[in-house]
């Protein structure tokens, strides 16, 4: 539905099907997050969202207030949170903050001239200042 209507409002030159893609990339991505923060505000203060129609917001509660969903989730928290590289190494991390790897490859390319090798780029990303030498976790220092 929400397409049809995207369809009738846009144009575009690329394909269809890429154009599709991408919307429905989008549409998932602000669904989420509209989820989450409908879930936040009814775990947090107890207030339904008015704008989430009453029968969602029924199932969705139900499926939060699940003993198993709750275990779920805390399961998945905890694995959000391993250590990979082992006991005390910390969670696994990086330093590219919310830029993607192809706009860190891109500034290191403006700023040495050249494209980083893949081990370049790896250090530049996962050492704390962009330093080379001090490694974020203990799985990084060992992959370099």
Same mark, same amino acid.
């Given at each position: 539905?929400?397409?049809?209507?995207?369809? +009738?409002?846009?144009?575009?030159?690329?394909?269809?099907?890429?154009?599709?893609?991408?919307?429905?990339? %989008?549409?998932?991505?602000?669904? +989420?997050?509209?989820?989450?923060?409908? &879930?936040?505000?009814?775990? +947090? &203060? @107890?207030?339904?969202?008015?704008?989430? /129609?009453?029968?969602?917001?029924?199932?969705? !509660? !139900?499926?939060?207030?699940?003993?198993?969903? *709750? &275990?779920?989730?805390?399961?998945?928290?905890?694995?959000?949170?391993?250590? !990979?590289?082992? $006991?005390?190494?910390?969670?696994?991390?990086?330093?590219?903050?919310?830029? *993607?790897?192809? $706009?860190?490859? !891109?500034?290191?390319?403006?700023?040495?001239?050249?494209? /980083?090798?893949? /081990?370049?780029?790896?250090?530049?990303?996962?050492? @704390?200042? %962009?330093?080379?030498?001090?490694?974020?976790?203990?799985?990084?220092?060992?992959?370099?």
């Amino acid at each position: 539905m929400i397409w049809r209507e995207f369809k +009738k409002a846009y144009r575009w030159t690329q394909t269809k099907e890429a154009v599709k893609r991408v919307f429905y990339k %989008h549409a998932a991505s602000r669904y +989420k997050d509209t989820v989450y923060e409908v &879930k936040d505000k009814w775990l +947090k &203060k @107890k207030e339904q969202d008015l704008s989430v /129609p009453d029968h969602v917001f029924q199932e969705w !509660r !139900r499926r939060w207030e699940d003993p198993d969903y *709750s &275990k779920r989730c805390e399961k998945q928290s905890g694995n959000r949170r391993s250590e !990979r590289a082992g $006991e005390g190494s910390g969670m696994s991390t990086h330093t590219c903050g919310s830029r *993607s790897m192809r $706009e860190h490859e !891109r500034a290191l390319t403006l700023k040495e001239g050249k494209k /980083p090798s893949a /081990p370049r780029l790896f250090r530049y990303t996962h050492t @704390k200042g %962009h330093d080379d030498q001090t490694f974020v976790d203990q799985r990084s220092r060992a992959a370099n």
